[in-house]
Nanobody
């Protein structure tokens, strides 16, 4: 089981980046798939997730209206389009998946407990 992120880099505030996570179809079809981010010394936080049972998306409050998560079934990728980037968006970004939701829905909380498939991360720096 493998997830491989790409697309990170350095960008000026107000700019855009598109992250991509290459994964098998088995991974992309898991119940909850999404993007999380983390800075050194801080907890991993959710940016955006897809609940494949309902086709619904959930965004973290700080990224709503600026980030869009999507699946590309032809390329077998999970993408995160990030616009109007801010310095506080700087972080290591990880894609993750889990076949079982922790409750009735996919959630952001305790990601390292509930999401059992992770990529190696891609760094985003906004200045």
């Amino acid at each position: 089981v493998q997830l491989v992120e790409s697309g990170g880099g350095s960008v000026q505030a107000g700019g855009s980046l598109r992250l991509s996570c290459a994964a098998s179809r088995e991974i992309l079809d898991m119940r909850c798939i999404g993007w999380f981010r983390q800075n050194p010394g801080k907890e991993r936080e959710g940016a955006a997730i897809i609940d494949n049972n309902y086709g619904s998306t959930t965004y973290g409050e700080s990224v709503k209206g600026r980030f869009t998560i999507s699946r590309d079934n032809a390329e077998n990728t999970l993408d995160l389009q990030m616009s109007d980037l801010k310095p506080e968006d700087s972080a290591m970004y990880y894609c993750a998946a889990t076949p079982v939701a922790p409750g009735p829905a996919c959630v952001f909380s305790r990601p390292t407990r509930f999401y059992n498939h992770w990529g190696q991360g891609t760094q985003v720096t906004v200045s």
